[in-house]
T-cell receptor, first 113, second 111 residues
Framework: NAGVTQTPKFQVLKTGQSMTLQCAQD?????MSWYRQDPGMGLRLIHY???????DQGEVPNGYNVSRSTTEDFPLRLLSAAPSQTSVYFC????????????FGPGTRLTVT | AQSVTQPDIHITVSEGASLELRCNYS??????LFWYVQSPGQGLQLLLK??????LVQGIKGFEAEFKRSQSSFNLRKPSVHWSDAAEYFC?????????FGAGTTVTVRA
């Protein structure tokens, strides 16, 4: 298994541009989520999904959209990038609600200028 | 709402010395608790987890953690630190699939 994969690893955007961060998992996990990591703040939940077709907001959802059309994929869309969205983004997945261990991808480092 | 506090932002420890990282949580019911480690430029790796049962949990890389309900704590320990343990450590709590993370503790290991 490849586990949780994320692309790209690095990205630089200009303010106002849009882009999609890709996340895929090959473990048949029901639950997927997106976090952002900022210095001194740990990881904060952006959006999550409990299964295909079902998504919900986390702690810091503004400026981001998600969709879950398949079990494997959970892309994160930045609608109009802002410098405040400069961060490291992690995607995670877990098998079920009873198995709370989450598996993390390697991260995407995003810079918005 | 659940929350996690890691009181120590940065800890420096000598190689071979013991290490203890503090974690306090706030949660109304029985929490599920985790410790993750992040090496520079890397993703997060699970060190150990507590769901129920024995309050002393063994993890990978020689780490252990003790759950103390009366103190709302889940401190991480290692008896003898190696230079490769230099990293950032995160405590996390969940009641379902939404993890709440602490701000992290950076560990520096000196020779």
């Amino acid at each position: 298994n490849a586990g949780v994969t994320q692309t790209p690893k690095f990205q630089v955007l200009k303010t106002g541009q849009s882009m999609t961060l890709q996340c895929a998992q090959d473990m048949n996990h029901e639950y997927m989520s997106w976090y952002r990591q900022d210095p001194g703040m740990g990881l904060r939940l952006i959006h999550y999904s409990v299964g295909a077709g079902i998504t919900d907001q986390g702690e810091v959802p503004n400026g981001y959209n998600v969709s879950r059309s398949t079990t494997e994929d959970f892309p994160l869309r930045l609608l109009s990038a802002a410098p405040s969205q400069t961060s490291v983004y992690f995607c995670a997945s877990s098998y079920s609600r009873g198995d709370h261990e989450q598996y993390f991808g390697p991260g995407t480092r995003l810079t918005v200028t | 709402a659940q929350s996690v506090t890691q009181p120590d932002i940065h800890i420096t420890v000598s190689e071979g010395a013991s290490l203890e990282l503090r974690c306090n949580y706030s949660y109304g019911a029985t929490p599920y608790l985790f410790w993750y480690v992040q090496s520079p430029g890397q993703g997060l790796q699970l060190l150990l987890k507590y769901f129920s049962g024995d309050t002393l949990v063994q993890g990978i890389k020689g780490f252990e953690a003790e759950f103390k309900r009366s103190q709302s704590s889940f401190n991480l320990r290692k008896p003898s630190v190696h230079w490769s343990d230099a990293a950032e450590y995160f405590c996390a709590v969940t009641n379902d699939y939404k993890l709440s993370f602490g701000a992290g503790t950076t560990v520096t290991v000196r020779a």
